[in-house]
């Protein structure tokens, strides 16, 4: 905290979902943020499974600028559930949506994608589905690397920008 009015940048981040149990609230306490908020960017990562109306309006309040990265890593239910093993696509969906719908031009919101060989068709509607929330950005991350040569290189390379898909990077 004793450094906190020389920040201006701040990530709040980890193995555990900074929204458990409110921590980074606790945390954000314990450093005095809501006396730098004006001149700091808090940036954070989340699932998206706890941002409820009630901790995204606390968020939002709190912090004038910030930069979130929502990890979604699917475009379906089902992906969803083979990749983060949790039944939680569409609240998590109706999570972000609600929370973009609220932020204003200095609070940024990215949806991340991992992209690997269970996803990786579903590229093209994971840019659609960051668009229609309301999304700032969306990043992915290929975390399979398919070797030199391969053909899903190939595919990948369409599936990022394609004819069939360019309309959503308007």
Known sequence: KHHMSRLEMLFIGGVAEPFWKGLIFDVL??????????KCELQTVTN?????????????DLA??????ASLDAATP?????????KSFDKILQNLTK???????????????????????????????????????IGVNITHNPGFGSRDIKDLNHLLLSPSNSSVFE
């Open 48 to 60: 998206g499974t706890l941002l409820t109306d009630d901790i995204a309006d606390k968020f939002i």
């Open 29 to 38: 306490e314990i450093m005095e943020f809501k006396k730098y908020a004006h």
């Open 64 to 69: 004038p600028k910030f930069r979130m990265c």
């Open 78 to 86: 089902e992906t969803f559930q083979k990749i983060r093993r949790l």
């Open 99 to 137: 929370f973009c719908a609220k932020t204003s031009p200095m609070q940024i919101v990215e949806v991340h994608n991992n992209i690997n060989m269970m996803n990786i068709k579903e590229l093209p509607a994971m840019v659609r589905i960051a668009k229609e929330m309301g999304a700032d950005l």
